[in-house]
T-cell receptor, first 108, second 112 residues
Framework: QKEVEQNSGPLSVPEGAIASLNCTYS??????FFWYRQYSGKSPELIMF????GDKEDGRFTAQLNKASQYVSLLIRDSQPSDSATYLC????????FGTGTSLTVIP | DGGITQSPKYLFRKEGQNVTLSCEQN?????MYWYRQDPGQGLRLIYY???????QKGDIAEGYSVSREKKESFPLTVTSAQKNPTAFYLC???????????FGPGTRLTVT
């Protein structure tokens, strides 16, 4: 079992819709959770982090954490074509693990 | 202008040659990391360092070496012992006691 699992996609949503990206993790001791956006050929960019159960909102992005279910998600509201990228989930506990990413395409 | 720089952006080498990738940060971060990214495999940790003159192996350290003589710098050497060195190499840094990692632009290494 991988430490961090994401659906590789591709996930396609129309412009203006809500994109929902999901991530599960195996280490119950994990404390910190991160979402990175990576455009093709570029390096990852940190866009959200969350430490406590519940929701955290930043502009069009909302991170949701449920430690009991070992589940973290990223919602992107009013999706734009510029949101088309691969989104990497990362989890930190005793070690730091990245998922393999979900490819998102926003269709104009 | 604070940030992490990696050079060069593209690097080409012949098989059997060692090559050193540069990583410099002016964020005053204590921890620095090297990752390798291959298509479809996500990021894999090569080495990391939390303080000057100390570093630890990551999941795929074989065939690589690092040094941390200055807080700002964490160069990675890809040796001829690394069997499949062609990849996208990413350097990151984070403040002490934080896992918020910030990445440099990366170096794409091609070995033929």
């Amino acid at each position: 079992q991988k430490e961090v699992e994401q659906n590789s996609g591709p996930l396609s949503v129309p412009e203006g819709a809500i994109a929902s990206l999901n991530c599960t993790y195996s280490d119950r001791g994990s404390q910190s959770f991160f979402w990175y956006r990576q455009y093709s050929g570029k390096s990852p960019e940190l866009i959200m982090f969350i430490y406590s159960n519940g929701d955290k909102e930043d502009g069009r992005f909302t991170a949701q954490l449920n430690k009991a279910s070992q589940y973290v998600s990223l919602l992107i509201r009013d999706s734009q074509p510029s949101d088309s990228a691969t989104y990497l989930c990362a989890v930190a506990g005793n070690q730091f693990y990245f998922g393999t990413g979900t490819s998102l395409t926003v269709i104009p | 202008d604070g940030g992490i720089t990696q050079s060069p952006k593209y690097l080409f080498r012949k098989e059997g040659q060692n090559v050193t990738l540069s990583c410099e940060q002016n964020l005053n971060h204590d921890a620095m990391y090297w990752y390798r990214q291959d298509p479809g495999q996500g990021l894999r940790l090569i080495y990391y360092s939390q303080i000057v003159n100390d570093f630890q192996k990551g999941d795929i350290a074989e065939g690589y070496s690092v040094s941390r003589e200055k807080k700002e710098s964490f160069p990675l050497t890809v040796t001829s012992a690394q069997k499949n060195p062609t990849a996208f190499y990413l350097c990151a840094s984070s403040p002490l006691h934080s896992y918020e990692q910030y990445f440099g632009p990366g170096t794409r290494l091609t070995v033929t």
